[in-house]
C-alpha cells in the first residue's frame, strides 16, 4: 500500500515500550501455572512431535479431569523469537471449563522458513489427533494467529485420506498477520527470508477459505493500521468463502496486552474460545 511505514507499522514492541515487563509477567505467570498443574498431576511437558528440540507440545489437562474437547495454542514471536514455555498459562482459562490445552513450539527463522513452520504445526496437529483422536480448536497469537488460519485452512484429507475434513472446524486468530507481502520490505526479512512469491504462497489469506467452519479475528484497538487491517482482511475474505467468521476490536488493548483474557475462565474472550471449542 503507497504511503505506508511497514517498518513502523509491523514493529509492535518499539509500539509497546513496556514490552519488557509484559514478557517477564507472562515468563511468571506461565512458570507458576506449569508448577500448580504439574502439583495437580494436569500437566504433561516436552512431549515430542518432530525430530528438533523445539518441536515438543506441553500438555495442560482441563481441570475437570477425564475426556473433553481439545485446543492447540501457538504462540507468536514473528516466527522467530520467544519460546512456548512463555505461555504456559494461556492454557488457565480454557482449562478451568475443562478443556484440555496443547501449548506447541516450532523452529524458528532464519534456521528455518516459515513454510517449514507451517509444516511443524501440521506434524503438531497430526500428533494431537494420534493421541485424542478428535478434531480440535487451534488459537494463536500474532504468528501463532497466521499459524493458527494455516492449519484450519489445510487440507487434511489431501495429507491423508484417514483424516477428517474438519480436523480443525473452528480457529480463533488474536493480532494474527495473515498477508505476508509487506514483511519483505521490512527489516525483520533478514531473518524470514521471503519474496515476493513466498510471502504470497505462506499468506493464509491467499488460500482457499475452509468453507463450513468458524474462524474469529481479534485485534486490539490500540494497535497500528495495519494490524487492524490484517485482523479485519481475513474475516472479511473467509466470511465471503463460506467461513462463519467474526471480527473484534477490543477496546484498551495493545499488541501484546490483548491475550491476557485467555487466562480469564470467566472472561468473554475464553468464553467465546468454549463456544469455538464445541464447532463440529
Same mark, same amino acid.
Given at each position: 500500500m503507497p504511503g505506508?511505514?511497514?517498518e513502523v507499522e509491523y514493529n509492535n514492541r518499539a509500539r509497546v515500550p513496556e514490552h519488557p515487563q509484559i514478557f517477564a509477567r507472562w515468563t511468571r505467570e506461565a512458570s507458576a501455572y506449569r508448577e500448580r498443574t504439574a502439583v #495437580?498431576?494436569?500437566? #504433561?511437558?516436552?512431549?515430542?512431535?518432530?525430530?528438533s528440540a523445539r518441536q515438543i507440545i506441553d500438555l495442560f489437562h482441563g481441570a475437570s479431569g477425564g475426556a473433553g474437547p481439545l485446543a492447540l495454542f501457538i504462540h507468536g514471536g514473528y516466527w522467530r523469537s520467544l519460546e512456548p514455555a512463555m505461555f504456559s498459562h494461556m492454557a488457565a482459562g480454557l482449562n478451568a471449563r475443562g478443556v484440555t490445552v496443547a501449548v506447541a513450539g516450532y523452529d524458528l527463522c532464519p534456521q528455518v522458513t516459515i513454510a517449514t513452520i507451517i509444516d511443524q504445526m501440521r506434524a503438531a496437529c497430526l500428533f494431537l489427533w494420534r493421541r485424542?483422536?478428535?478434531?480440535f480448536l487451534v488459537y494463536g497469537h500474532s504468528a501463532g494467529g497466521h499459524l493458527a488460519a494455516a492449519m484450519q485452512a489445510t487440507d487434511w484429507t489431501a495429507m491423508d485420506a484417514g483424516l477428517p475434513t474438519r480436523l480443525?472446524?473452528?480457529?480463533?486468530?488474536?493480532?494474527?498477520?495473515?498477508?505476508l507481502t509487506?514483511?519483505? &520490505?521490512?527489516?525483520?526479512?533478514?531473518?524470514?527470508?521471503l519474496d515476493?512469491?513466498?510471502?504470497?504462497?505462506v499468506s493464509p489469506l491467499f488460500w482457499p477459505p475452509p468453507e463450513g467452519t468458524r474462524f474469529d479475528s481479534l485485534v486490539g484497538a490500540r494497535e497500528s493500521s495495519e494490524f487492524l487491517r490484517q485482523a479485519r482482511s481475513?474475516?472479511?475474505?473467509?466470511?465471503?468463502g463460506g467461513v462463519a467468521t467474526r471480527y473484534d476490536a477490543i477496546a484498551g488493548a495493545d499488541h501484546f496486552t490483548v491475550?491476557?483474557?485467555? &487466562?480469564?475462565p470467566t472472561g468473554p474472550l475464553v468464553q467465546r474460545l468454549v463456544e469455538l471449542v464445541w464447532a463440529r
Open positions: 505506508v511505514d511497514y #495437580e498431576k494436569r500437566a #504433561e511437558l516436552g512431549l515430542s512431535y518432530g525430530s485424542f483422536g478428535q478434531p480443525v472446524p473452528a480457529g480463533c486468530s488474536i493480532s494474527g498477520v495473515f498477508d509487506p514483511l519483505v &520490505t521490512v527489516s525483520m526479512n533478514d531473518d524470514l527470508r515476493p512469491a513466498e510471502a504470497l504462497r481475513i474475516a472479511d475474505a473467509w466470511g465471503k491475550c491476557d483474557g485467555l &487466562t480469564d
